[in-house]
């Protein structure tokens, strides 16, 4: 079933309290220095398509060591820039796509990162994830970004019904409160990745199983299942 707007509102409130923001905890991508500049943005939020955190952070570690600019991926050999970000997911798709986003940010922006989703969804190797993440952390325009652990997670919930990542993006940004969706895809993309995994999800961790349809529906089954590693500790005051 739908959720109504007071229920929503409730998970969010849950998954505020529960878990940290980004810049409130010790999340790798942050204390990596993948957010530190407006390049190192872009470049690693394209890299991470279908990759493992972890993986994406050893790659961009690599190239960010040699470059810091667009004009200095352009520099690099196309073998170059592949043994670089050889721990990605099709790294050999990506060195190309990388290449051809940072000659048309050159050649369209004159260097600098578009600023509308129109623009930035234009880019080679950029889409609506990419997008809606790089508009939330460099032009404070708040979007729910959806990957596979956050569309898992709410339509297990039944916060949305959907089918692709795209529709669950919209849906997600048409229904979030305002509030909330600055750090929804933090709190989401945690839960997704903790407690509401793929296969069978860890609902006797789950701190949301009261507002959870996929809970509701096979409580018999999963309830109390196993033992369960406990959830993440929000801290009190952002460090």
Not at 8 to 13: D, H, N, P
Not at 49 to 74: D, M, P, Q
Not at 96 to 111: A, N, P, T, V, Y
Request: with cysteine.
């Amino acid at each position: 079933m739908m959720h109504d707007q007071a229920t929503i509102t409730r998970v969010y409130e849950v998954l505020k309290d529960t878990y940290p923001t980004f810049d409130e905890g010790d999340d790798e991508w942050m204390t990596s220095g993948m957010s530190d500049t407006p390049f190192r943005v872009i470049v690693a939020t394209a890299l991470s398509t279908v990759t493992h955190s972890k993986r994406v952070i050893r790659a961009c570690t690599a190239l960010f060591a040699e470059v810091s600019t667009f004009e200095g991926i352009l520099a690099l050999t196309d073998d170059e820039l592949r043994e670089l970000i050889r721990p990605v997911a099709h790294y050999n798709m990506k060195t190309l796509s990388l290449k051809k986003m940072s000659q048309q940010i050159m050649d369209r922006h004159d260097g600098q990162i578009p600023n509308t989703h129109d623009e930035l969804m234009a880019l080679a190797g950029i889409g609506r994830k990419c997008t809606d993440i790089v508009m939330t952390t460099l032009f404070d325009e708040s979007s729910v970004a959806v990957d596979t652990h956050v569309h898992r997670a709410v339509n297990r919930l039944g916060i949305v019904h959907t089918t692709t990542h795209v529709a669950t993006a919209d849906a997600l940004n048409r229904i979030t409160p305002f509030e909330y969706k600055r750090h929804a895809h933090e709190w989401l993309i945690q839960h997704g990745g903790k407690v509401c995994v793929a296969g069978t999800p860890k609902c006797g961790a789950c701190p949301l199983t009261d507002y959870c349809d996929y809970f509701q529906k096979t409580r018999q089954s999963v309830h109390g299942a196993t033992a369960q590693p406990e959830l993440p500790t929000k801290p009190r005051t952002k460090k």
